[in-house]
Each structure stands twice: as structure tokens, then as C-alpha cells.
């Protein structure tokens, strides 16, 4: 028996029991799943997935409460700034939403200071990372929220202008203040400053 003939036969036969111990494993690992009494652990990306709604959703910047007004502040440009909703929530957050309307009788450009000057925010193109929270009461101010890439947790990457007639909605993320804080002042650059009530 040629040396090139039994090596060819021990691969082969690693080969062969290489294949029967992952059938073996497999079998063992999936009988498991009927009676485990749907105490099963969640898998990382279900996790995740619970983790992530406590972030602010893209539908909400989509479609705000329409049924709520918490202040309307008129701006320079023939721009309504309607905050509808400012909610806090149980993870610390708090959140606005609302829309930008256009009330002129032509198109508006959106104007780059409504982006912030910081270079990391101005990067990830247009959005409102410039609007900020005032807490009067503390002598606090709050930023737009960051996320681990820098992207500001807020509306982005906007059309360039509001046509007449219409509205930009808009959703922005802060840390919430503290819960004996009702109330607080949104300033965002080319609007009078606004105040309102947090509600959660």
C-alpha cells in the first residue's frame, strides 16, 4: 500500500468524521427549541432591536401629532416653527417634534446656520443639530444628541428648500432635564425663542 493511498485514506476518513460530528451537534442543538417554554433568550439582534426603539424613530420626523400645537414661532424668512409634541421618556431622552411651514408666497431656502457650525454635525449635511433647549429653572443648556458616529439625532439630510404651502416635518432628540423641570425654551437660529411645556 502506497504512503500517497493512505494519506488519501485518512482524509477521507477525517473528512467522514468531521461530517457525522456537525450532523451530531446540529441535531443536538435543535432539539431543544420545543420545550423550552418560551424562555429562550433573546438573540443579539432582537436586542438590539428593543435597544433601538428607545431611539427616536424616522416616522416620527414624518409625521408629527398633528393635533397638538405647543408653540408657533414665526420666523424672518416667512417660516412658521410648529412644536407640536416634547416628550421624555424613560431612557433619559427627551424629545420634539413639529414642522417648519412655509407661509411665504415663494420657495425658501433653508439656510446652513439651521446645521450648526460644529465640523462633524456639518458633515452629515443638512439638519437642525443648531436648535438647543434652555432650562431656565437649572441655568442649563441642551444640545442635540450625538450618536456614536457623531450624527446628530435629529431630522437630516433635508430638501435644500420648503416650497410655498409647504412643511418640513422635523423631529429633534435631547437629554432630558431633570423631572422637576417643566418647562423650556427652544431657541434655533432665526426664530424668537419659544417656550413650552414637557409632558412624560
Known sequence: MSIRYVRSMRRTGAAALLIGALTFSAAACGGGDKDDGGNKAPSRSSAESEAGDKKPSRESEADPDSSKVLATVKGGMGVDMVIRTAERDQGGFLTLTGELRNTSGSR?????????????????????????????????????????????????????????????????????????????????????????????
Open 108 to 200: 425658501v431656502v433653508t439656510p446652513v446656520e439651521w446645521s450648526g457650525k460644529e465640523e462633524a454635525v456639518v458633515a452629515t449635511g443638512p439638519s437642525l443639530a443648531a436648535m438647543t433647549l434652555v432650562d431656565s429653572q437649572a441655568k442649563k443648556r441642551y444640545y442635540v444628541l450625538r450618536d456614536t458616529n457623531d450624527r446628530p439625532l435629529t431630522t437630516t439630510n433635508y430638501d435644500s428648500g420648503i416650497d410655498a404651502g409647504a412643511s418640513l416635518p422635523f423631529f429633534a432628540q435631547f437629554p432630558a432635564p431633570a423631572p422637576t423641570t417643566s418647562e423650556v425654551s427652544v431657541q434655533f437660529p432665526g426664530f424668537s425663542s419659544a417656550t413650552i411645556e414637557i409632558s412624560g
